[in-house]
């Protein structure tokens, strides 16, 4: 009986095996597949990322302008995939003939033309990379900028400004080609492509909006603004670090083993961040400041993240040492300029995305200490600074003109929860104001 069974079961697999086989995808298939799922999985790590921005630029600010910041946050998200998808996409990653900008691709209009499902998964990574660009701005320009024009910004940065220089580096990623990538640029996942841009802008908005009432005195001393929530601040930290292994790690756009290296990279890269922004300042004041060790290890990620595939995890420990050490820096370089910055977006995101970029040349484990990649390096570095200050400085001088970018004083010493949006974050709890 048990024979006549067994020999059933083996006549069974033998007629239905060829129909088992024939549904067995192939490995390219399997690994497509795998692509696919890994870049969207990334995309909404990055995606969560916002939330991160969001609760950092709350905690670092006052609270009675939390409604307002939490507004900006969101609706450059809204903006920005609106324009992206509209405009900036295309001239990102459409057909390019001069190296410069793309010319085709708008409204996802390729995938009505090659049919290419691929497109949906690059676009949803890619968008998500141009509404951070934007979203650092933000905390530059807190507690004293109109919303409306914040509105604008959004989408004049998400639709022209950081697609024509992600065009420049980025191109050839789908139907580009970018002019600074032909030389061997290096920005794996934006250090200078994503992070110095948002960080240029925000210097050119924070310069054109002037600094908030009070911060810096007639005597030349400088006054201290606390934000309201410090643990808001450090759990955003946190979601923005979790949420980099997919802003990294993700750039693959592949499911391979290279993911391994670049998480590892990130890590050490950001937990050395912390520790030498922490012992800068402890040495410079005397005090383990909570505030600057967070954008410590938020400096040390931006610092790693245009080399996280191409060094090894003993160079992306320096890479985000140094990192942390400049944020600290970079922070009081800006203050003695009397350019206000609540959140220190500038020093994290423009300094130390120019240093993430010059570290992938120098410390390139394929070719240490090169000067023809430090120099190609370099030229990246400068490029985006030239092409997106002056040109964020015109477009903030040309709203501010057009709809106002600076509340009024007396909305400023209110709140802008009030003046801007009717509200009250902690409509149970007293607010306090600085004059």
């Known amino acids: 009986m048990k024979k006549e069974f067994l020999f059933s079961l083996l ?12 549904e067995i995808p192939s490995a390219p298939d399997v690994q497509m597949n795998l692509n696919f799922v890994w870049t969207l999985l990334a995309a909404f790590l990055v995606f969560f990322m916002h ?67 691929w497109l949906y998964a690059f676009w949803m990574f890619q968008v998500v990379f141009a509404a951070t660009s934007a979203t650092i701005v933000s905390g530059a320009m807190a507690e004293r900028t109109k919303f409306l024009g914040y509105l604008i910004y959004a989408a004049v940065l998400c639709a022209v400004v950081y697609p024509i220089f992600g065009s420049w580096a980025w191109g050839s990623l789908y139907h580009g080609n970018g002019w600074l990538e032909s030389f061997g640029f290096i920005d794996f996942a934006g250090s200078t492509v994503v992070h110095s841009v948002g960080g240029w802008a925000a210097l050119a908005g924070a310069i054109v909006v002037g600094a908030r009432r009070g911060r810096y005195l007639k005597n030349g001393n400088i006054r201290p603004i606390p934000g309201h929530n410090l643990p808001m601040a450090a759990l955003g930290v946190l979601i923005l670090w979790f949420g980099w292994y997919g802003f990294n790690a993700g750039s693959t756009t592949t499911g391979n083993s290279d993911i391994a290296l670049i998480a590892v990279n990130t890590t050490l890269a950001a937990a050395a961040g912390g520790v030498f922004a922490l012992m800068t300042m402890w040495v410079r004041t005397g005090v383990p400041d909570v505030g600057i060790s967070l954008n410590g290890a938020l400096a040390g990620l931006v610092g790693i993240t245009a080399g996280c595939a191409n060094l090894t995890p003993v160079f992306a420990v320096i890479s985000g040492a140094i990192a942390g050490v400049l944020v600290v820096l970079s922070v009081s370089f800006f203050d003695k300029l009397k350019i206000d910055d609540p959140v220190g977006a500038i020093s994290v995101h423009g300094v130390c995305g120019a240093w993430g970029t010059l570290a992938a040349g120098i410390f390139n484990s394929a070719e240490m200490f090169s000067l023809k990649i430090i120099g190609v390096q370099l030229l990246g570095i400068f490029s985006c600074f030239i092409f997106v200050f002056p040109v964020m400085y015109l477009v903030f001088k040309v709203i501010d003109k057009l709809v106002g970018l600076r509340v009024s004083e007396e909305d400023e010493y209110n709140g802008l929860d009030f003046s801007e949006h009717g509200a009250n974050a902690y409509p149970d709890f007293p607010i306090s104001t600085i004059r």
């Open 11 to 22: 006549a069974l697999f033998a007629i239905a095996g060829p129909a088992f086989s024939e």
């Open 51 to 117: 939330a991160g921005f969001a609760m950092v630029e709350v905690g670092f600010t006052q609270a009675k302008n939390a409604s307002n910041i939490l507004m900006k946050n969101f609706m450059n998200f809204c903006i920005g995939s609106l324009s992206y998808w509209a405009i900036g996409f295309g001239i990102m990653f459409g057909t390019s003939s001069t190296g410069f900008f793309g010319t085709d691709g708008f409204f996802l209009s390729d995938f009505i033309k090659d049919g290419d499902p």
